[in-house]
Structures are given as structure tokens and as C-alpha cells.
């Protein structure tokens, strides 16, 4: 079985899934968020050039490439993560429901409100679980003991964890297993209750099971977020995303439907980082 | 030859190869250096050895044949419950009270103006300032660190109290405020403990990963949210262990609180009576006229040791405090 062979079986497979569970298909696809002629750089080294792209609503976009290539700066850019890295500058727009993120009025607190972050590596805070998933609610305000509750245990119940916290809501988060504490930051990440959530590699530092788990809550997540997901792993990328961009060295090389861009790529550079010839 | 021996891997072994120890310069250098270096490790060791074992024989059991220990003079129990320290007058009281009341109302002050300021400090500097404004600001709190503490006496003395205190609480609150007074010990005490707080907190706080920053900043929260309910909890063990090193500084320093509060032991919690605390009256007795082996000259071991149980526990507490913190992020 050749390897593009297999990445269509990867994508058959999801498809089955996705009917079994009557997701609704991808081509009804609205735009979440419109980036257009992105320039970004850290100091004087520029990172990102002229990059323009959609991201579709409630459905899983996909960043691929090698490392340096962009695509975690891209991801970072579209809630505006880079602002905190001294050194940052960016030209062109970031258009979020049509509206300029980096307008001089945006309030960033609010914009990343809306606009979730998932990273690599888990950072639970070190604190309870409870106060955990109650950091968002509460730094916006939230006081109420029992809406913070209710927040909470939704919270955890989308992250696919309540389960297995349930009954020790008051126990240190740093007590939880590496895969409990990446789904716990999904939980706090939703407990703001945003419309997309960006995920920065958020299962290369977990074992397999723990991956397969994220990767299904990420399958549950579709249908009421739009995620934007940074992955190294093409499997992963063919096994959950709709929409696949490929970047190298700052530039976006190509974004399609996943199984269009896994299948039939259309340029060069595609074919051969999809097909292990680099990278 | 070495070629040769790479290519055939066969060559027999050399006969008559020895490898017993020989003597060599390259191994006379190596026991040298050794010696050396080991030496020196020991030093500070055998001081502190030397330091515990002289509290010893002087305060609690004297080796010496004819002379007696401190502790064999006055019941610890007198040491510890008689309210009134004498040794130099006729009717001695060997009370540590009014020596520790005194001690720990000033380094209370001192702690109360200095920790908070400390680490409102840090806090700046780690979370708020430009990395240049650090870059500067470092250099002047070890600048501040590096002023001689009778210095800060003398300012105690001749300005935090005429100009400071008695403006504020004799004029206007009609509080007496003797010109030796505990208060403005405490004020730079608290001024002097500033760099050591703010240098440690800092470091603590820029310990806290970037990433949990990063993901406080992603949920919506602010700086002041992210400084205050995230970096801080996080930073917490080691903010603490800075504060008990602080106050241990404060209970240890000398110069400036036997120049600015006085030498009267006095039991009472009045910041603006004259007080001596542990380390100024040890100063007192050493630069006077006291005979070795009398008891005022014992007593100054007495209360050594005291100051030294009780500044290394607080070093222990903090020591052990700053372990638990370097478990939690590596």
C-alpha cells in the first residue's frame, strides 16, 4: 500500500465515523476567520510571508510542515498570543467574523475570551482542579459559587474528563496523569466559553491511548467550535482535520480539503513532505 | 604504531604492561589540588563546629575545671520567664524576654514596611517592567544591598526620627517618641531587607514557566490576573522562602538597630520607647569593659546561642520551604 494509499484510507475511515455519527458534511462551510496578506516577524527575522487563508466554522482545520515553518506563529497570530513576545510585528489583516482583531479598539482580553488556546505542553495551574476550570469564569467575574459549579462540571463533561475527577474536584491539578492534564486545559480553555479554540500540538507530548482520546474529544468538539489545530503528525492531521494547510519556511504552500490535499496534492513541495521526501 | 594497532586488530598486548600505581607529578598534582579544594570545604564547616562548640562550654557546660557555664549559674527556666534583663547592674535578672520583646518588635516593623514593598518590587520587575529598566534597576538594589548597615543606623538616628516620626507622631498624635525609639530601627530595617526580598521574589517569579503564563493570557486575563492569580500562587514556596531569609536578616542585623533603637531592655510593645534587642546588647558588652569569666561575659554566649538557634531555624524553615518549590517545576 502506497502512502498516499494509505492516507485515503485514513480519510475513508474518518468519513465513516463522521456519517455514523451524522456530522453534518464539510461543504456547508462558513468562514470563521479570514486572514489576508499576513506578514510577521520576530524583531527583525520574519517568520510568516504574506500568508492568506479561511478558516472554516465548526469544523477542524489543520496546520502541517516541518518545524520553524510557520505554523505555530500563524496559529499564535489569529488570538494574538504574539503580542506578549517582545520583538513582534505583523502587517495585513486577521478578520474574525469580519471584524480586524488587530484593530487599535480590540480589547485582546476579550478577543482571547473568544478565542481559546490549547499548548503543547499542559499547563494546569498550580491549583485544584475545580479552581482550574473556574480561572476564566473568574477573572471575568464570575462569583457565584453555584454557576461556577455548573460551569465547571459542563466543562469537564465536553473535556471528556468529569468521570474520572468527578468525586476529587479538590485535589491539586498537578496530581492529574500528562493526558488528564492536556484534557483538563480543553476544559479550561471551553469554561470561557469560546467560539474557536486553537490547539498548539496539544497530544506530541502524550502517549498513544491519551492522544486517541484527545482525538476523539477534538471529533466532539467540531460540532459546536471551530478548532485550528497545529499537529507535526500527518496521520493525525488525516484522521481528524476537514481542511489541511501545509506551510514551509514562513509561506503557506497549500490548503485544501484534507483528503484532497492527502490525496491529490497539488504542488510539489506537498507531495513531498506528505510522502516523507523531507521534513 | 597507534595506526598500526587500529588496523590489526590482533597485535598482541605489550609484555611487561604495568598497571600499578606509580608515582607520577601528574598524580602528585591531583592529590595536591584535591587537598587543597578539600581543605577549603572544610573551613566554613569547622568555623561553624568551632562557633557551636565555644556557645557550649560557655553558655550551657563549661569543660574548663573551676569554671562554670552560664547555664550552671542561672536556671534556664529564670532565663526564659524573668521579665527583666540586669547583668550589668547589682541585682541581675537574667530574663531573655525584654531582649527577644525587643528583637522581634523591630524586625515585626522592619518585616511588615519591607516584605510587602519587596515583593510589590519584584513583582514589577518580573511581570510589568521592560527587560532594559531591569537590566538597570538590578545593579541599584545591590547598591542598595551594599550600604554599610551602621550607615542606616545613623539615618535612623538623625533623620527618620527628628524628621520623620516626630513631625507625624509627636506633634500631631501627641505620642512621645524617644530619640532612641524601635520605630525607626524598624523603618530601615525595613528598608535594608527591600533588596533581599525583591532580588529572591524575583528570581522565584521568573521561575514560573512562560507557558503558564501563556495560558493564563489565552483564557482573557489581564497582566494584574495573570501576575497576581497566576505567576504569584505558583511563585509562592519560593516568595516564602525569601521571607524567611528576610526576617532572619532582620533579627540578625546589628549595627543599625543597637545605633537607632537604644540599649534599654524593655518588655513592652511601645515601637516608640527605647528597646534592645539580642544583637545590640551583645555589642554593648563586647566593646565594654568586661572581664572574661564573669557572669555578664557569659551571658553575652547566652544570648548568642539564642540568636543563633532561632536564626537557623528560620534558615532551615526557608531552606526547606525553597526545596519543595524547585520540586514543582523540574
Known amino acids: 500500500m502506497t502512502i498516499m494509499q494509505s492516507f485515503n484510507e485514513l480519510v475513508h475511515q474518518r468519513q465513516q465515523r463522521e456519517s455514523a455519527k451524522r456530522i453534518r458534511p464539510v461543504e456547508t462551510e462558513v468562514t470563521k476567520l479570514d486572514v489576508r496578506n499576513l506578514n510577521f516577524f520576530y524583531g527583525e527575522k520574519q517568520a510568516l510571508f504574506d500568508v492568506s487563508m479561511t478558516v472554516a466554522e465548526r469544523a477542524v482545520t489543520a496546520f502541517i510542515g516541518p518545524s520553524g515553518c510557520g505554523k505555530s506563529t500563524f496559529l499564535r497570530a489569529l488570538n494574538r498570543m504574539n503580542d506578549i513576545i517582545e520583538g513582534a510585528h505583523h502587517n495585513g489583516t486577521v478578520l474574525l467574523e469580519g471584524q480586524e482583531i488587530y484593530a487599535p479598539d480590540v480589547d485582546v482580553v476579550a478577543l482571547r475570551k473568544r478565542v481559546g488556546m490549547v499548548f503543547q505542553k499542559s499547563t494546569p495551574f498550580p491549583k485544584s482542579i475545580f479552581d482550574n476550570v473556574a480561572y476564566g469564569p473568574k477573572i471575568a467575574g464570575q462569583r457565584n459559587y453555584k454557576t461556577l459549579s455548573e460551569i465547571v462540571e459542563q466543562s469537564l463533561k465536553r473535556a471528556a474528563l468529569w468521570d474520572e475527577v468527578k468525586d ?3 485535589d491539586s491539578a498537578l496530581a492529574l496523569s500528562g493526558g488528564q492534564q492536556q484534557r483538563l486545559c480543553i476544559a479550561r480553555a471551553l469554561a470561557t466559553n469560546p467560539d474557536v479554540i486553537l490547539m498548539d500540538e496539544p497530544a506530541s507530548a502524550l502517549d498513544p491511548a491519551s492522544t486517541a482520546r484527545i482525538e476523539d474529544l477534538i471529533f466532539e468538539l467540531k460540532q459546536n467550535y471551530t478548532i485550528v489545530i497545529v499537529t507535526h503528525n500527518m496521520q493525525q492531521a488525516a484522521r481528524i482535520s476537514d481542511w489541511t494547510a501545509f506551510f514551509y519556511q514562513g509561506y503557506l504552500i497549500e490548503k485544501d480539503h484534507t483528503q484532497k490535499l492527502f490525496t491529490t496534492p497539488k504542488k510539489k513541495q506537498t507531495e513531498d513532505y506528505i510522502t516523507g521526501r523531507f521534513g | 604504531m597507534s595506526l598500526a594497532n587500529v588496523a590489526s586488530p590482533l597485535t598482541p598486548p605489550k609484555v611487561g604492561l604495568r598497571l600499578q600505581k606509580q608515582f607520577s607529578w601528574v598524580r602528585a598534582r591531583e592529590a595536591g589540588v584535591r587537598a587543597v579544594l578539600v581543605s577549603c570545604a572544610s573551613l566554613s564547616l569547622i568555623t561553624t563546629l568551632a562557633i557551636v562548640y565555644m556557645f557550649f562550654t560557655e553558655a550551657v557546660y563549661a569543660v574548663a575545671p573551676g569554671s562554670t557555664a552560664f ?14 534583663w540586669s547583668p550589668q547592674f547589682a541585682d541581675k535578672h537574667f530574663g531573655i524576654l525584654p531582649l527577644l520583646c525587643g528583637t522581634f518588635v523591630i524586625a515585626g516593623i522592619g518585616s511588615l514596611i519591607g516584605l510587602p514593598i519587596g515583593l510589590a518590587a519584584a513583582i514589577y520587575l518580573s511581570e510589568y517592567a521592560k ?3 531591569r537590566r538597570a534597576m538590578k545593579p541599584v538594589l545591590e547598591v542598595l544591598a551594599g550600604i554599610p548597615s551602621v550607615v542606616y543606623g545613623y539615618f535612623a538616628l538623625v533623620f527618620v526620627t527628628p524628621y520623620v516620626l516626630r513631625p507625624i507622631f509627636q506633634s500631631l498624635l501627641h505620642i512621645d517618641v524617644d530619640i532612641f525609639n524601635a520605630m525607626s530601627a524598624g523603618v ?4 535594608m531587607i527591600i533588596p533581599t526580598v525583591c532580588s ?10 512562560r507557558g503558564l503564563r501563556e495560558a493564563g493570557y489565552a483564557l482573557g486575563s489581564t497582566k494584574y490576573d495573570v501576575s497576581l492569580k497566576v505567576v504569584v500562587p505558583a511563585a509562592l514556596s519560593g516568595i ?3 521571607f524567611l531569609l528576610a526576617i532572619s536578616r532582620a533579627i540578625g542585623e546589628t549595627m543599625a538597630v543597637s545605633i537607632a533603637a537604644g540599649q534599654m531592655p524593655r518588655l513592652s510593645l511601645n515601637p516608640f520607647r527605647s528597646m534592645e534587642t539580642m544583637t545590640a546588647y551583645i555589642v554593648n558588652i563586647s566593646l565594654g569593659d568586661t572581664p572574661a569569666g564573669t557572669i555578664e561575659y557569659k551571658s553575652l554566649y547566652a544570648v548568642g546561642f539564642t540568636l543563633f538557634l532561632i536564626t537557623l531555624g528560620m534558615n532551615v524553615l526557608a531552606q526547606r520551604v525553597m526545596k519543595r518549590f524547585r520540586e514543582v517545576y523540574e
Do not use: I, K, M, N
Not at chain 2, 530601615?188 to 528598608?191: I, Q
Open chain 2, 188 to 191: 530601615v530595617l525595613g528598608v
Open chain 1, 168 to 170: 476529587r474536584l479538590q
Open chain 2, 240 to 242: 516564602v522562602a525569601s
Open chain 2, 71 to 84: 547555664f550552671q549559674d542561672v536556671s534556664l527556666w529564670d532565663f526564659l520567664t524573668d521579665t527583666e
Open chain 2, 131 to 133: 527587560p532594559r529598566f
Open chain 2, 200 to 209: 529572591l521574589s524575583e528570581d522565584a517569579l521568573r521561575a514560573v514557566p
